[in-house]
């Protein structure tokens, strides 16, 4: 039990704790980018399902992953991150967005495949 004097502060708590677990998977599949996490090759040539995320500009490929992910968690409850508040918003908003990184992840690994050839 979580008890805080402060309103929002286990909220603030929740939202942490669940933007952690995307952040590792989107880090776990950014590896799988042609030119790795760091790199530009998802921006220069992306993917179909990231097409829509490139409306601003990033960095690398870990950080359209991640704006990828957010933005299509945001499109299917109609919520920011942010306005998520209870623990079941949360963990919906996660499988949201775990479903999203296994769909990205099988276009990365098939990316790969193609290159191989």
């Not at 008890?3 to 704790?17: N, V």
């Not at 990033?58 to 919520?79: D, F, M, P």
């Not at 949201?96 to 296994?102: G, L, M, Y």
């Amino acid at each position: 039990l979580e008890i805080s004097c402060l309103p929002g502060e286990t909220k603030k708590g929740m939202q942490e704790h669940h933007l952690k677990r995307i952040r590792r998977a989107v880090k776990d599949i950014s590896i799988l980018a042609l030119d790795g996490r760091t790199g530009k090759n998802l921006i220069n040539q992306p993917l179909n399902s990231l097409r829509d995320y490139l409306d601003k500009p990033v960095s690398n490929n870990e950080q359209l992953l991640y704006r990828a992910v957010l933005g299509h968690v945001k499109r299917a409850t109609g919520k920011e991150w942010k306005k998520h508040q209870t623990e079941e918003e949360f963990e919906n908003a996660v499988q949201i967005a775990f479903s999203k990184v296994e769909a990205v992840r099988a276009e990365l690994e098939a990316r790969r495949r193609l290159s191989r050839n």
